[in-house]
């Protein structure tokens, strides 16, 4: 089998200073981890920062290709672009990818629409996540969040320090000081890793226009049929999602900052439809990248509590 990538997957393009200077950090993050860790796996969510992680990878142990696999917890509720995305990426690069769903949830009949967000999100991602990491035994994950994106990520180290059963405190965390990292574990115990915390979204889309990363397509403004939730552009993806009585999709030139549940997950009015409106349209907003995330907002201090209890 053979097992190397193309030189055609690692476009050359000049990178400035700070995009070379973060690239190189984050490639040394990935082969510290590959030298030092048992068995890593790499989060694979499909949005931008999981493909500028993915790349990052490849030239990270170019000729060969990642020496672990990529795991998606798949809650099924995603948009379908998004799942065609992922399976034509892992097609194209030939990956590794373990798709994993909680069986149990799905028995259950777990939805974002008859369960709520936060049910959803603690069964369908949470505790996929803790099964999936315990049946294949990872113990190091790499995440693609980024210390820029929501307040209880920059409390996160880029080395994570995760207890048994998951759980994040962000009081027991070991210091990080320059490039020297603390990666010990006992049995049980695990790390999720972030090569990503010093990047900013700028800084994520500019390099994904340099190295002419592909992306899904929802990340660019298009004509789209949404419906308006809770100051929310709600894009009804299937027939899965219920209409109020008189409420009727219309189409409006939507795009997405981040990518999750479509259901959960706002759209914004945009005319973003390349990479250099996407970076000309970061340069002047000033609201965050996940005011459409309706799971960041559901509870009091809610995405702290969901990563204190294993959530990516």
Known sequence: MDTSISQDEIPRRALPKHLRSLEAESIEIMREVIAEFRSPVMLYSIG??????????????????????????????????MIAFRDETARRLGLDMIIYANQDGLAR???????????????????????????HGFDAAFGGARRDEEKSRAKERIFSFRSQGHVWNPRNQRPELWNLFNMRIRPGETIRVFPLSNWTELDIWHYIMLERIPVVPLYFAKERPVVRRDDAWIMVDDDRLPLAPGEQPEMRRVRFRTLGCYPLTGAIESDATTLEDVLSEMRSTRLSERQGRLIDSDETASMEKKKREGYF
Do not use: Y
Not at 112 to 125: C, E, F, L, V
């Open 109 to 135: 009949g777990i939805s974002p629409i008859a369960s709520g967000s936060s049910a959803h999100t603690q069964i369908m991602k949470t505790e996929a996540l803790k099964q999936a990491l315990d049946l």
């Open 48 to 81: 931008k920062d999981s493909s500028v992680m993915l790349h990052l990878a490849i030239k990270a142990f170019h000729p060969a290709r990642p020496p672990f696999p990529l795991l998606h917890v798949d809650t099924t509720w995603k948009f379908r672009e």
